[in-house]
Protein backbone atom coordinates (compact mmCIF):
# COMPACT_ATOMS: atom_id res chain seq x y z
CA UNK A 1 0.00 0.00 0.00
CA UNK A 2 2.41 2.36 0.63
CA UNK A 3 4.64 1.49 -2.69
CA UNK A 4 1.03 2.19 -4.34
CA UNK A 5 0.87 5.50 -2.93
CA UNK A 6 4.46 6.53 -2.70
CA UNK A 7 3.80 6.38 -7.08
CA UNK A 8 0.44 8.49 -6.87
CA UNK A 9 0.42 11.06 -4.21
CA UNK A 10 2.53 13.93 -4.22
CA UNK A 11 5.03 13.80 -1.33
CA UNK A 12 3.54 16.16 1.47
CA UNK A 13 0.16 13.98 0.60
CA UNK A 14 2.39 10.70 0.87
CA UNK A 15 4.12 11.80 4.08
CA UNK A 16 0.60 12.66 5.32
CA UNK A 17 -1.04 9.14 4.39
CA UNK A 18 2.44 7.45 5.60
CA UNK A 19 1.96 9.02 9.13
CA UNK A 20 -1.75 7.34 9.37
CA UNK A 21 -0.13 4.26 8.23
CA UNK A 22 2.32 4.11 10.70
CA UNK A 23 -0.46 3.93 13.42
CA UNK A 24 -2.49 1.39 12.62
CA UNK A 25 -0.58 -1.20 14.83
CA UNK A 26 -1.34 0.75 17.44
CA UNK A 27 -5.03 -0.05 17.10
CA UNK A 28 -6.89 -2.89 17.82
CA UNK A 29 -10.23 -3.84 16.00
CA UNK A 30 -13.00 -6.27 15.97
CA UNK A 31 -16.47 -7.21 14.68
CA UNK A 32 -19.43 -6.13 16.17
CA UNK A 33 -22.18 -6.75 13.63
CA UNK A 34 -23.03 -7.78 10.15
CA UNK A 35 -25.98 -6.46 7.28
CA UNK A 36 -25.40 -8.31 4.49
CA UNK A 37 -22.27 -8.03 3.03
CA UNK A 38 -21.81 -5.31 5.30
CA UNK A 39 -19.21 -5.84 7.94
CA UNK A 40 -19.51 -3.13 11.04
CA UNK A 41 -15.92 -3.39 13.43
CA UNK A 42 -14.87 -1.49 16.34
CA UNK A 43 -11.17 0.19 16.04
CA UNK A 44 -10.09 1.06 19.75
CA UNK A 45 -6.61 2.54 20.29
CA UNK A 46 -4.40 0.77 22.84
CA UNK A 47 -4.43 3.18 25.01
CA UNK A 48 -7.26 4.71 25.30
CA UNK A 49 -11.16 3.50 25.78
CA UNK A 50 -12.39 5.55 23.11
CA UNK A 51 -13.60 3.65 19.84
CA UNK A 52 -14.50 4.55 15.98
CA UNK A 53 -17.21 2.67 14.14
CA UNK A 54 -16.04 1.41 10.62
CA UNK A 55 -17.71 -0.54 7.84
CA UNK A 56 -16.70 -2.59 5.21
CA UNK A 57 -18.00 -3.94 2.29
CA UNK A 58 -15.86 -6.23 0.27
CA UNK A 59 -17.13 -5.48 -2.77
CA UNK A 60 -15.07 -3.11 -3.81
CA UNK A 61 -13.73 -2.93 -1.45
CA UNK A 62 -15.64 -0.19 0.42
CA UNK A 63 -14.88 1.30 3.90
CA UNK A 64 -16.06 4.32 5.17
CA UNK A 65 -15.56 5.51 9.03
CA UNK A 66 -17.27 7.00 11.48
CA UNK A 67 -14.90 9.84 12.49
CA UNK A 68 -15.59 11.27 8.52
CA UNK A 69 -11.50 11.92 7.93
CA UNK A 70 -11.96 10.37 4.16
CA UNK A 71 -15.09 13.25 3.26
CA UNK A 72 -13.15 16.29 4.75
CA UNK A 73 -9.50 15.90 4.40
CA UNK A 74 -9.11 13.45 1.12
CA UNK A 75 -7.30 10.77 2.74
CA UNK A 76 -8.16 7.31 4.44
CA UNK A 77 -7.78 7.34 8.15
CA UNK A 78 -5.69 4.81 10.33
CA UNK A 79 -8.88 3.51 11.37
CA UNK A 80 -10.08 2.20 8.11
CA UNK A 81 -6.74 1.53 6.73
CA UNK A 82 -6.79 -0.69 10.20
CA UNK A 83 -10.09 -2.76 8.99
CA UNK A 84 -8.31 -2.85 5.44
CA UNK A 85 -5.27 -4.69 6.90
CA UNK A 86 -7.52 -6.88 8.95
CA UNK A 87 -9.53 -8.07 5.63
CA UNK A 88 -6.11 -8.31 4.38
CA UNK A 89 -6.48 -5.25 1.43
CA UNK A 90 -3.02 -4.62 0.35
CA UNK A 91 -3.94 -1.66 -1.85
CA UNK A 92 -6.05 1.09 -2.02
CA UNK A 93 -9.36 1.24 -4.48
CA UNK A 94 -8.99 3.96 -6.98
CA UNK A 95 -12.29 5.92 -5.59
CA UNK A 96 -9.89 6.54 -2.24
CA UNK A 97 -6.85 8.24 -4.31
CA UNK A 98 -8.63 11.62 -5.12
CA UNK A 99 -6.63 12.91 -8.19
CA UNK A 100 -6.59 16.43 -6.34
CA UNK A 101 -3.47 14.54 -4.38
CA UNK A 102 -1.72 13.26 -7.13
CA UNK A 103 0.87 14.06 -9.31
CA UNK A 104 -1.32 14.66 -12.36
CA UNK A 105 -4.05 16.70 -10.32
CA UNK A 106 -3.03 19.67 -12.69
CA UNK A 107 -3.85 17.46 -15.72
CA UNK A 108 -7.84 18.08 -15.77
CA UNK A 109 -10.55 18.83 -13.60
CA UNK A 110 -9.84 17.83 -9.87
CA UNK A 111 -11.75 14.90 -9.18
CA UNK A 112 -15.08 12.71 -10.84
CA UNK A 113 -18.17 13.97 -9.28
CA UNK A 114 -19.11 11.57 -6.13
CA UNK A 115 -23.00 10.24 -6.02
CA UNK A 116 -24.25 10.93 -2.48
CA UNK A 117 -25.77 7.94 -1.24
CA UNK A 118 -29.00 7.78 0.74
CA UNK A 119 -26.65 7.47 4.28
CA UNK A 120 -24.39 10.12 3.34
CA UNK A 121 -24.22 13.34 5.47
CA UNK A 122 -25.57 15.99 3.63
CA UNK A 123 -23.20 18.47 5.41
CA UNK A 124 -20.43 16.32 3.90
CA UNK A 125 -21.72 16.19 0.85
CA UNK A 126 -21.69 20.34 0.20
CA UNK A 127 -18.23 20.19 1.90
CA UNK A 128 -16.84 17.92 -0.96
CA UNK A 129 -18.52 19.33 -3.72
CA UNK A 130 -17.96 22.81 -2.85
CA UNK A 131 -14.02 22.40 -1.99
CA UNK A 132 -13.69 20.86 -6.10
CA UNK A 133 -15.64 23.46 -7.46
CA UNK A 134 -13.29 25.76 -6.07
CA UNK A 135 -9.63 23.95 -6.49
CA UNK A 136 -11.60 23.60 -10.37
CA UNK A 137 -11.86 27.19 -10.91
CA UNK A 138 -9.34 28.26 -8.69
CA UNK A 139 -6.90 26.85 -11.56
CA UNK A 140 -8.94 28.35 -14.33
CA UNK A 141 -9.16 31.54 -13.24
CA UNK A 142 -5.44 31.88 -12.53
CA UNK A 143 -5.08 30.81 -16.01
CA UNK A 144 -7.62 33.20 -17.13
CA UNK A 145 -6.31 36.11 -15.33
CA UNK A 146 -3.16 36.61 -17.35
CA UNK A 147 -4.53 36.82 -20.65
CA UNK A 148 -6.78 39.09 -21.79
CA UNK A 149 -8.91 37.33 -24.34
CA UNK A 150 -9.34 34.48 -21.85
CA UNK A 151 -10.49 36.87 -19.46
CA UNK A 152 -12.74 37.85 -21.73
CA UNK A 153 -14.26 34.67 -22.46
CA UNK A 154 -14.54 33.63 -19.12
CA UNK A 155 -16.45 36.80 -18.39
CA UNK A 156 -18.75 36.02 -21.43
CA UNK A 157 -19.39 32.62 -20.06
CA UNK A 158 -19.95 33.12 -16.70
CA UNK A 159 -22.73 35.36 -16.91
CA UNK A 160 -24.67 32.50 -19.65
CA UNK A 161 -23.00 29.33 -16.40
CA UNK A 162 -24.80 32.00 -13.94
CA UNK A 163 -28.14 31.62 -15.65
CA UNK A 164 -27.91 28.11 -16.49
CA UNK A 165 -27.35 27.42 -12.98
CA UNK A 166 -30.46 29.95 -11.44
CA UNK A 167 -32.53 27.77 -14.31
CA UNK A 168 -31.35 24.38 -12.76
CA UNK A 169 -32.20 25.85 -9.41
CA UNK A 170 -35.45 27.46 -10.16
CA UNK A 171 -36.59 24.27 -11.95
CA UNK A 172 -36.00 21.91 -8.38
CA UNK A 173 -37.82 24.80 -6.66
CA UNK A 174 -40.85 24.24 -9.28
CA UNK A 175 -41.13 21.15 -8.67
CA UNK A 176 -40.29 20.74 -4.59
CA UNK A 177 -43.43 23.00 -4.67
CA UNK A 178 -45.38 21.02 -7.02
CA UNK A 179 -44.80 17.26 -4.88
CA UNK A 180 -46.01 19.44 -1.68
CA UNK A 181 -49.12 20.90 -3.32
CA UNK A 182 -49.20 17.11 -4.57
CA UNK A 183 -49.27 15.47 -0.99
CA UNK A 184 -51.19 18.24 0.65
CA UNK A 185 -54.39 17.77 -1.78
CA UNK A 186 -53.52 13.53 -1.29
CA UNK A 187 -54.64 14.21 2.32
CA UNK A 188 -58.36 13.85 3.03
CA UNK A 189 -59.91 16.85 5.52
CA UNK A 190 -62.09 15.23 8.27
CA UNK A 191 -64.80 17.78 9.19
CA UNK A 192 -67.09 16.89 11.89
CA UNK A 193 -69.85 18.92 12.18
CA UNK A 194 -70.78 18.50 15.74
CA UNK A 195 -68.14 20.44 16.41
CA UNK A 196 -68.47 23.03 14.36
CA UNK A 197 -68.91 26.43 15.90
CA UNK A 198 -71.44 28.52 13.63
CA UNK A 199 -71.22 32.31 14.36
CA UNK A 200 -74.40 33.39 16.14
CA UNK A 201 -75.30 37.40 15.19
CA UNK A 202 -75.96 39.90 17.97
CA UNK A 203 -78.77 39.37 19.73
CA UNK A 204 -81.27 42.55 20.30
CA UNK A 205 -82.32 43.16 23.62
CA UNK A 206 -86.09 42.94 24.05
CA UNK A 207 -87.92 46.14 25.02
CA UNK A 208 -88.35 46.03 28.78
CA UNK A 209 -86.01 43.81 29.70
CA UNK A 210 -82.89 44.34 31.62
CA UNK A 211 -79.34 42.43 32.62
CA UNK A 212 -79.37 43.24 36.11
CA UNK A 213 -79.56 40.62 38.64
CA UNK A 214 -83.03 40.63 40.47
CA UNK A 215 -81.69 41.42 43.90
CA UNK A 216 -83.45 40.09 47.01
CA UNK A 217 -85.38 41.44 50.11
CA UNK A 218 -82.65 41.47 52.37
CA UNK A 219 -79.76 43.10 49.86
CA UNK A 220 -83.29 46.12 49.62
CA UNK A 221 -83.47 46.38 52.79
CA UNK A 222 -79.93 46.90 53.34
CA UNK A 223 -79.87 49.50 50.66
CA UNK A 224 -82.93 51.18 52.50
CA UNK A 225 -80.82 51.60 55.91
CA UNK A 226 -77.94 52.50 54.33
CA UNK A 227 -79.76 55.43 52.59
CA UNK A 228 -81.71 56.47 55.74
CA UNK A 229 -78.84 56.89 57.32
CA UNK A 230 -76.85 59.25 55.18
CA UNK A 231 -79.86 61.23 55.03
CA UNK A 232 -80.08 61.46 58.83
CA UNK A 233 -76.61 62.24 59.17
CA UNK A 234 -77.07 64.61 56.05
CA UNK A 235 -79.78 66.45 58.39
CA UNK A 236 -78.05 66.86 61.01
CA UNK A 237 -74.53 68.62 59.64
CA UNK A 238 -77.69 70.86 57.76
CA UNK A 239 -78.69 72.04 60.99
CA UNK A 240 -75.39 72.70 62.49
CA UNK A 241 -74.80 75.20 59.49
CA UNK A 242 -77.92 76.64 59.55
CA UNK A 243 -77.85 77.58 63.47
CA UNK A 244 -73.39 79.00 62.69
CA UNK A 245 -74.78 81.21 59.84
CA UNK A 246 -78.22 82.33 62.41
CA UNK A 247 -75.63 83.34 65.51
Not at 20 to 40: A, H, L, N, Q
Not at 140 to 168: C, G, P, R, T
Not at 181 to 210: D, F, L
Request: aromatic content about 6%; glycine content about 6%.
Amino acid sequence: MLIQTSKVYTPAMFEIFKGEFDMVMGYCVYESGRTGSISEFKVTHSASQNSHTVKFDPNGPKVSCSCKKFEFVGVLCRHALKVLDHNNIKELAPEYILKRWTRRAKSGPSEAIQKCSDDEDARVVLARQYGSLCRTYNNILSKAAANKEAYALLQSMSIELMEKVDQILRGNQSKDESLNHEQAEKQPVECNIENVVQAQGIKRKEPGSSNKRIKSGLELNNKNKRNTKGMVLYKKELHKYLVMLLK
